[in-house]
């Protein structure tokens, strides 16, 4: 399951990935990605996305590249904040910086979401109430769309 919601006028989206995540999900994620990408030259300040991972299994070759295309615009320029439970993810998001070279992009991974909503905090200098409104409305979706889906 994917489930994304965005303010730009404030810059902020969460983009929440849990379970397993169809390729409609995939698209929708790419179609987010690119929207960032477009408003992002327009923006005061640089968007900032709560990542919230936990989807099994990993994005296969074709997705890994797509995401890759994405990431290499010149106007995908957001802070990150990954928030993945598996101890792996930090070394996985260095290797990949490694390889990458600097990105435009700031990518942190944090074990929770208020790590990485701090992260993003800090990095912008100040408060972003709009990202914490977002993520406990994602967070309640989330819920339900398991809930029910266990029904």
Known sequence: ???????????VAVWWYAGVVSDEEWEETFAHRRELCAL?????????????TGTEPMPNALRRRQLCEVQDHPHY????ACV??????????????????????????FLSIDQGI???EEKRGGRLPALRLLTANVRR???????????
């Open 84 to 109: 993945n439970r598996d101890p792996r993810q930090p070394g996985i998001t260095t290797a990949l910086r490694w390889v990458r070279g600097r990105p435009n992009w700031d990518e942190s991974t």
């Open 77 to 80: 320029n957001p802070f990150i």
């Open 40 to 52: 992002s030259p327009g923006m005061a300040f640089r968007p900032s996305v709560l990542l919230v």
């Open 141 to 151: 979706l989330v819920a339900t769309n398991q809930s029910q889906s266990r029904v």
């Open 118 to 120: 701090a992260w993003l």
């Open 1 to 11: 399951m994917y489930i994304a919601r965005s303010d730009w006028k404030h810059g």
